[in-house]
């Protein structure tokens, strides 16, 4: 069994779950996060003066599937969230043994 993580921007969030609605998931969740990478941070005003927000709002989702047809998981995340921008988000994948 694999386990995929993909941090996505928020918008990009509904698109990525209406690509896996009828794939054949073992499981996901779906968490809300904040984070930086290459993307770096963004500059905001409080109280008349700039300070810096180091971490950017994202979506995590975490998704549970068959060896066999995370290639095609896989697939489907990238063609829906890649905008070839810096920021688009990060897609790891791990082994992990499902004890039920």
Not at 31 to 54: F, H, I, M, N, W
Not at 81 to 92: A, Q, Y
Request: hydrophobic share 40%; with cysteine.
């Amino acid at each position: 069994m694999k386990q995929i993580i993909t941090v996505v921007r928020p918008h990009l969030a509904e698109n990525v779950l209406g690509a896996l609605r009828r794939a054949p998931l073992e499981g996901l969740t779906v968490t809300e996060v904040k984070g930086y990478g290459r993307q770096k941070s963004y500059l905001d005003e409080y109280q008349d003066t700039e300070y810096s927000t180091a971490f950017l709002p994202k979506v995590e989702i975490k998704i549970w599937v068959e060896e066999s047809r995370c290639d095609e998981i896989l697939e489907k995340i990238v063609a829906v969230s890649r905008s070839g921008r810096i920021g688009d988000g990060k897609i790891f994948v791990s082994s992990v043994d499902c004890f039920f």
